[in-house]
DNA sequence: ATGGCAGGTTCGACCTGA
């Protein structure tokens, strides 16, 4: 069972893009963020022709999550991420395909920091760890996967200060992120590749993909009784070239469909 | 220290993203 996670980045201008991907990697489930559309605009048939069913969370310009589920159909579980009924921003979808639950996000950038922005971002997380921790403890299978925009650490990030006063690197997030770990949560693609330098986006600026001067900004965590389950990973980074690319990579993981 | 790209909306000078 192949899991992708792709920040598209606007979807309705990026379609083309989507759809050749789709074709080419043939994901059984994919969850996507930045829509930047609304839901009247989701482009779902489109989709369904391309083998997909979705559900999926939009916002009007920001933000917007989904989870696509090829054969069939994924059973919506939750719009939003719980403990703050003023948040309207659209960050959060869950839905069960086959067996496990699958988990779109899209966590706040952050910036400016500091600033409301920041405290957003860190009471947003804060809201995920609380949640994550009510998922482990039903036992399920679940798959967390998004756009956290966290560099879990320094070998996340192109060597450069450039991104020294950036949200995306601070101590605050990069400690909710490992706690996260701590609670029994596995990066699956750092599992994978220990060593490896992983890259998932490269700003359009500055020439920063030309370059290589990436940053790890979107995850696939395992709840635990997922991680034996654990075949392969990787980032389909030749997606990042292509015209008319999003600024992020897919990254995708593949399970094995039973427990082993 | 700034601005660089891409796209959005308030249709054109702003804003966000990361």
Redesign the pocket.
């Known amino acids: 069972m192949k899991i992708a996670t792709f ?1 598209i ?2 979807i ?3 379609l083309p893009n989507l759809l050749a991907w789709l074709a080419e990697a043939e994901p059984d489930v994919v969850c996507l963020q ?1 829509l ?1 559309t609304t839901d009247r605009q989701f482009p779902s048939s489109a989709l369904e022709k391309a083998g997909y069913s979705s559900v999926w969370l939009g916002q ?3 933000n917007g999550v989904a989870i696509l589920s090829r054969d069939r159909a994924p059973v919506l579980v939750r719009y939003g991420l719980p403990g703050d009924l003023n948040d309207r921003q659209a960050r959060y979808i869950e839905a069960a395909v086959d067996g496990v639950v699958i988990c779109s996000l899209y966590a ?2 952050g ?2 920091q500091p600033g409301p ?1 920041f405290d957003y971002k860190l009471a947003w997380n804060e809201r995920l760890i609380a949640h994550a921790a009510e998922l482990q403890a039903t036992g399920v299978p679940v798959v967390l996967a998004g ?1 956290f ?1 966290i560099v879990p650490e320094s070998c996340d990030v192109y060597p450069s200060r ?1 991104y020294a006063d ?1 949200a ?1 690197v601070q101590a605050e997030p990069r400690r909710q992120y490992r706690s996260l770990l701590d609670a029994g949560w596995t990066d699956a693609l750092r599992a994978l590749y220990p060593e490896e330098t992983l890259y998932t ?1 490269w ?4 020439n920063r993909w030309q370059r290589n001067a990436g ?1 790890r ?1 979107d995850h696939v965590l395992l709840s635990g009784s997922m991680r034996e389950r654990l075949v392969s990973g990787g980032i389909d980074r030749y997606v990042r070239g292509q015209d ?1 690319a999003s ?1 992020h990579a897919p990254v995708w993981i593949d399970i094995n469909r039973k427990k082993v």
């Open positions: 920040n980045n606007n309705r201008k990026r930045e930047k009007s310009t920001w706040p950038n910036n400016p922005k756009d925009n450039s950036n995306l986006f700003d359009y600026r500055r940053l900004l008319g600024d």
